[in-house]
Every structure is written in C-alpha cells, then in structure tokens.
C-alpha cells in the first residue's frame, strides 16, 4: 500500500494550513481580567435586585433584561471565551440569541391575541393574569390606607 502524500493530510484553521495541528493553542487569560468580569457580574446582579424594588413601572422589563443581556454576554466572552474564538462562533451565537428572541416575541404576541382564537382561553389568561394583578394592587392599596386585606379564597366552611 503506497504511503499518502502528506499535503493530502493538512489540517486547516480559518482558511490556512496548520504546520503541527496536534499543538494546542488556547488563549490563557490573566487571573485579573477574571476578577473584574467576576466583580461586574456582582455588581450587575445588585443593580437586578436594586432595579426590581425601583418602581420604574412598564420600564421594569427592558431594564431588567438590558441588565441580564449585559451578564451573559460577559459570561459567553471571557467566561466562555468567546472574545478570543473565530468571529464565525460569535456569528452563530448571535444568529441563536437572534431566534431565541423571535421565538419569545412571536409568543408574547400569541398570549396577547390568544382570546380572539378560543374564548374559553382567553378566559383563562384574563382569569390568571388580570385576576392575579388586580387583587396585588388592592392589597398594596388596602396596605398602603391601614387596613388588613381579606383572606383569598373567600369560601367558608
């Protein structure tokens, strides 16, 4: 059996020939650049607590999720080390995040139209959802004038 020629066995890395592809090249990162993403991610996840006791109202959401968007993305670049890979495996990760949100969008739109579709679901939604909001902010207001809210589920026996 003829031996093959050793052009037939190169290996590639983004496009190029790699001369020992046996040789392992990982980025190491200093023990300080760790710390400080590590120190962010503390402070960033006080900020979340500080943020849900801020009372920002409809803004609530967007800020919470600017914040834990800002987390995972340092966790996926230095904990993940993403930052230091091919720009091709940023590209895929952002294309996923990209349809990850789709996704969510397309059903936050559903639950809002649900009721249009089938009755009997929408009626369930409102039941939940609103039912659930109102009876939080008679109880803030009944907290807020002194008094002591009712005991839910109202059936005696």
Do not use: C
């Not at 392992?24 to 900020?47: G, K, M, N, R, Y």
């Amino acid at each position: 059996m003829a031996h093959a020629d050793s052009t037939q066995n190169s290996v590639y890395l983004n496009g190029k020939p790699v001369e020992n592809p046996h040789e392992d090249h990982h980025h190491v990162s200093p023990v300080w650049e760790f710390t400080a993403v590590f120190v962010a991610l503390l402070i960033l996840t006080i900020l979340t607590y500080v943020v849900s006791f801020a009372g920002l109202g409809p803004a609530s959401l967007p800020v919470a999720m600017i914040i834990a968007g800002t987390k995972g993305a340092l966790v996926a670049l230095f904990f993940m080390h993403l930052k230091y890979e091919d720009r091709f495996y940023g590209f895929v990760f952002a294309v996923t995040l990209l349809f990850v949100a789709i996704f969510f969008t397309l059903t936050l739109f559903d639950m809002s139209s649900t009721d249009e579709l089938n009755e009997e679901a929408g009626i369930k939604y409102k039941r939940t959802v609103e039912d659930s909001a109102e009876a939080a902010e008679s109880a803030a207001a009944m907290k807020a004038a002194g008094l002591k809210p009712a005991a839910a589920g109202g059936g005696g026996h």
